[in-house]
């Protein structure tokens, strides 16, 4: 009887690590995301007060691996002008898979803002490498 209690001490453990070591891998795809080079960004010079202001980017996105991830509104620091928005843009890389090697570019990536400040306007787009590509837009009283 002692040997039967042993016996089942032992099977239930056993079953117990092998249930929780067979883990099912359902993530899907595995990503890298990184801040994408900006080349070149277009707005109207001039835009009314209470009006839109859309900003459109360019630029590589990378290869058949890569892809548009998404915008972020950076915090403005001591040396920004009030009325400034700083963006930074990233891309995801999937992993661990085969990839084409066409070029892959930044298309329909327009932000529309709204309720900023009469006078300049600031844009600030981070780069990879932490320096700005800069815009200035006059908005209208």
Known sequence: MKYLNILAILIIGVSISLISSCKKDD??????ES?????????????AFGGKLP??????IGDGCDYFSRFEEVELDETDPAN??????YRKTEEG????EQVKYLEDAIINL??????NF?????????SFLEGLV???E
């Open 122 to 130: 600031y844009i600030k787009v981070v780069q990879p490498n932490g």
């Open 97 to 100: 898979v085969n990839c084409t």
């Open 55 to 60: 900003i459109q980017f360019y630029g590589v």
């Open 84 to 89: 400034t928005f700083k963006i930074r843009i």
């Open 138 to 140: 006059f908005i209208e």
């Open 35 to 47: 801040v994408m080079l900006i080349d070149s960004i277009t707005y109207p010079d001039t835009v």
């Open 27 to 32: 993530t899907g795809p595995q990503y890298t």
């Open 114 to 119: 709204t309720g900023m400040a009469a006078g």
